[in-house]
């Protein structure tokens, strides 16, 4: 063994390698709830610079160990997934923050480092990196480059690939590689092409963001549309206007309906202080009031039907009634809900006092009904929660899933309708349209399903199966991107469209950076095989 | 796609040891990528090395409705690449449209510039028709930003090795009357290049260029005013010095001041895209931009995949 693969921190024991045996991928939940044994790798490696990540990438390769990359775990598409003689690599070791050069606008940081504390760094300096994805308490920076990750605010701010200036990192063969958008050589086509690469193509270790000052403002707002479609056409005229949001999150009918009713409002227009891009300040992260889930509102929601509440039972009977999601839809069809659109804008006071009525007048120009500053407000209170508590549905027999794909603005409403249908006997569904850009948006369905114990053709795991395949089938024949910020991992290999040129020059560039073919085997539909 | 009508290919004789001249010539889009195929897997059956820069694709007739189509739903233009970007500014303005990036433009073919200016891809693309060195026609997902996976519009068709040659694509573009021009002057590098930063943090303007120490600003107005000024007509000022002979770029952080000042006072063009916050300096000379490098058809996809393993493996230092 290499000398300096001895001092990296690493461990075999059993519990440690639990900790790190997967993902949080609903499926392995289910699993586990059925009892299925965990895979667990050989071996976890904490190296804690790149110089011991050369040495473990080394080693592995003289005994021919697959590589699985590490970060906080947050990952929801299998993108970690051991096999049992594979070696982990835990990059939260690697946490420091090297530079922040305030004059380029730019942070370089190594990949392990958490974002919130990234944020909080920058937030403390009179900076903001403008990522906020609702994992941000438990998700490593460098995970939010390998898997091209979004943030709540990306309609103002891009998505990660738009803030990384450079990456540097380990590739298969023990190198270390770097590439920056201000190189001659390699410039943004490289740094795009390792951006997304999920533990692929190198091991992320270090990278450098472009960071923007802090907006000391905020403005938002609610409001309802008579339609899903004059909602949509509301977001691409508000984006098409320069109109610049950091938020634009429309909701369909049914998941503004769970949600609860929002009376019209008459409220003068504010603009409150402090800007969206603090991640601490609205405490919008694990606390004691969470925001209810899909799950617990379709609790809520029956036991205002039944008028009495007995919430245990009422949880039992709901997973049951998930089980059987073609009575489900069929009841929740019932609820009458108008889409809610939450916008927000940042800047300065005196500017957004001159934009957010223009930007009010202009949705109500196109049929909104203003609902105040609530459910803006609200959203902003319970944005990072959603990823701290599994689903009370996962306890009663029911499952709970999300996906979410991109399409232009002509294939959103189609999109969504096809995939409703196509699940319609297996899922209910809900969706939300965000990370809105000029030419298109995202489309976050969010799945609930049931079925029995076991392995059959009627048990949970069959129909959890049967849900993704048939809603990566529907997004592939619309011709929409199955991935917007949730990465590939393994999950959604399936769905993947590679036309042949770009499939040819993947592999040709896996089999060159990563010639033994260790490096994450299986994600992208990469190096499956090999090890 | 079909090819239907007949396509000539020339070939010039090869002198000394310069590669023969391929000239496609045809008529139309659909043609042009066909012929292209058939020469590249032509060059593939028979193993003879074809330089990128070796091969012309004749700009199509101006006349040809195909060659910039507006999808006015996603804010793109499905353009023929092998129109200059002179010629597509100048159509798209024809029709109510900009082009995030503003006058001068370059006369050098789009498919050609994609090839020398990564910032013209990372910007203004958002997905592509190519035909790989092998032969295969491939399409870029269809997605707003790049979605999943690595990007393989930027690795096709930019450096270090380009893989493949852009036939269409879809650029970004913005109604004119959604947007007005403005030039202001800030007396100093320094100054132009704080304000240049101020515009790309705000994320709000379509496109922002600096030159000497005047900016021009592509961004809504509050009354959707329509303003018909090119940069350039005003002779009298620094836009009038500004050259339009395009063969390059280099990509910069969209705050990096330093950056920014450092080319202005080398004269040279910077150019932000703030709704897509990329920022870039153009190169005029080819002594600065990196050329092509050699198309090897029998093992392109490997000869691009070790360019690319040996780009991001040099020594840090070296790069800039």
Redesign the interface.
């Known amino acids: 063994m290499l000398d300096l693969v001895r001092s990296v921190p690493s461990s075999k024991d059993p519990i440690d390698c639990r900790m790190v045996a997967h993902d949080l991928w609903p499926r392995r939940f289910l699993e586990r709830r059925e009892e299925m044994p965990v895979t667990l790798p050989t071996m976890v490696y904490w190296p804690r610079n790149d110089d011991e990540v050369a040495a473990v990438v080394l080693q592995a390769r003289v005994e021919r160990r697959a590589i699985v990359p590490f970060g906080a775990g947050s990952g929801v598409c299998a993108g970690v997934s051991p096999g049992a003689m594979s070696w982990v690599v835990d990059l939260k070791r690697l946490d420091r923050i090297l530079e922040l050069d305030a ?4 942070v370089t940081v190594e990949a392990g480092i958490l974002g919130d504390r990234l944020e909080e760094f920058l937030n403390n300096r009179g900076f903001t990196l403008g990522h906020f994805p609702s994992s941000i308490y438990c998700s490593t920076v460098g995970g939010w480059v390998a898997t ?1 990750s ?1 943030g709540q605010l990306s309609s ?4 990660i ?3 990384t ?1 450079a990456v540097w990192g380990i ?1 298969g063969r023990g ?16 740094v ?7 533990g692929a ?1 190198c091991l992320i270790t270090r990278m450098k963001l ?4 802090l907006a000391t403002h905020r403005f938002v707002r609610g409001v309802s549309f008579p339609t899903l479609q004059q909602g949509l056409t509301a977001m ?1 005229n508000v984006m ?5 949001p950091s938020v634009l999150r429309l909701y369909d009918p049914l998941d503004s309906a769970l949600a609860g009713n929002h009376p019209t409002s008459s409220e003068p227009l504010r603009v409150h202080a402090g800007g969206l891009a603090q991640a601490r300040v609205e405490d919008s992260g694990p606390g004691e009031h969470d925001e209810p889930t899909l799950f617990d509102s379709l609790v809520r929601r029956v036991e205002e039907l039944a008028i009495f509440s007995r919430p245990r039972a009422t949880r039992a009977v709901v997973g049951e009634l998930l089980g059987r999601p073609g009575i489900a839809n069929s009841l929740l069809d019932r609820f009458d809900g108008k889409p809610r659109l939450v916008v927000g804008i940042e ?1 300065d006071a005196d500017d957004l006092t ?1 934009r957010g009525p ?1 930007l009010l007048d202009m949705l109500k120009g196109q049929g909104a009904t203003d609902l105040g500053d609530g459910p803006g407000e609200k959203w902003l209170r319970h944005r990072h929660r959603v990823s701290y508590r599994m689903s009370r549905a996962f306890a009663v027999g029911a499952w709970v899933d999300t996906c979410e794909v ?5 294939e959103v409403a189609p999109l969504y309708t096809a995939v409703r249908e196509a699940l319609r006997d297996t899922a209910v569904v809900l969706c939300h349209f965000s ?1 809105a ?6 489309l976050y369905f969010t799945f609930a399903g049931g079925g029995t114990a076991g392995n059959g053709p009627r048990s949970a795991l069959s129909r959890y199966d049967l849900c993704w395949e048939r809603a990566l089938t529907t997004v592939r024949r619309h ?6 910020h949730h ?2 991992g393994r999950s ?1 290999v399936k769905g ?2 590679h ?4 499939k ?3 592999q ?2 896996k ?3 990563d010639p033994d073919m260790i490096l994450n085997p299986g994600v ?1 539909g990469l190096g499956l095989g090999a090890t | 796609m079909s090819a239907t009508k007949t396509m000539t290919i020339t070939k010039s004789t090869a002198t000394g040891s310069k590669p023969a001249r391929t000239v496609i010539d045809v008529a139309v889009a659909d043609d042009a990528i066909m012929g292209l195929v058939e020469r590249l897997r032509l060059a593939r059956v028979k193993k003879t090395p074809l330089l990128a820069s070796s091969i012309v694709l004749p700009a199509p007739p101006p006349d040809d409705v195909r060659s910039v189509v507006i ?1 006015a ?4 233009a499905d353009v023929d690449a092998r129109l200059s970007l002179a010629a597509i500014g100048h159509r798209l303005k024809q029709q109510g449209y900009w082009l995030p990036m503003l006058r001068p433009w370059s006369a050098m073919p789009l498919w050609r510039l994609a090839m020398t200016a ?2 013209v ?2 910007a203004l693309i ?1 997905r592509g028709t ?1 035909v ?1 060195v ?1 032969g ?17 519009l ?3 068709c ?3 090795s380009p ?2 040659l852009l036939v269409r694509a879809h650029l ?1 573009v ?2 004119r009357t ?2 007005r021009l403005v030039v202001t002057d800030h007396g100093s590098a320094d100054a132009a290049a704080r304000a240049f ?1 101020a515009v790309t ?6 496109c922002v260029e600096a030159f000497g120490t005047s900016l021009a600003v592509l ?2 107005d ?1 009354g959707a005013v329509h303003n018909d000024v090119d940069v350039d007509s005003d002779r009298g000022s620094a836009w009038g010095r500004v050259s339009s002979r395009v063969v390059g770029s ?10 920014i000042v450092k080319a202005l006072c080398a004269g040279q063009r910077v150019i932000g895209v703030p ?4 920022a870039g300096v153009l190169l005029s000379t080819t002594a ?1 931009a ?1 050329a092509p490098s050699l198309v090897d058809v029998s093992t392109a ?2 000869l ?3 360019a ?2 040996a ?4 020594p ?1 230092e ?3």
Not at chain 1, 240 to 244: I, L, P, R, T, Y
Not at chain 2, 250 to 259: E, K, L, V, W
């Open positions: 004059d380029r606008r730019t091209r979004a103002r701010y891009g998505k690939e738009d803030m200036l590739d190198e270390r590689i770097h590439a920056a958008v201000d190189d001659m050589a390699t410039g943004p086509g490289l795009q092409m390792l951006v997304g690469s999920e193509l472009r960071i923007v000052p691409r098409a206007s320069g109109q610049s800047g001159r223009r991109a399409c232009g603005w002509e990370h850009y000029h030419d298109g948006c995202s011709g929409a991107v199955v991935a917007h990465g590939v959604k993947l469209r036309a042949a040129g770009n040819a020059l993947l040709a560039l089999r060159t950076l992208l | 999808d739903d996603n804010g793109l990564p910032l891809v990372d958002q190519l790989s092998d295969d026609v491939i399409d870029t997902p269809r997605a707003p930003r790049h979605a999943a996976g690595p990007s393989l930027h690795g096709l930019a450096r270090p893989t493949a970004r913005v109604p959604h947007a930063v943090d705000a994320a709000r303007a379509v961004a809504d509050h280099r990509s910069i952080g969209p705050g990096d001041r330093p950056a709704f897509m916050q990329r600065s990196a996809t490997t691009a995949a070790s690319i393993a780009a991001l493996s040099r840090q070296s790069a800039s």
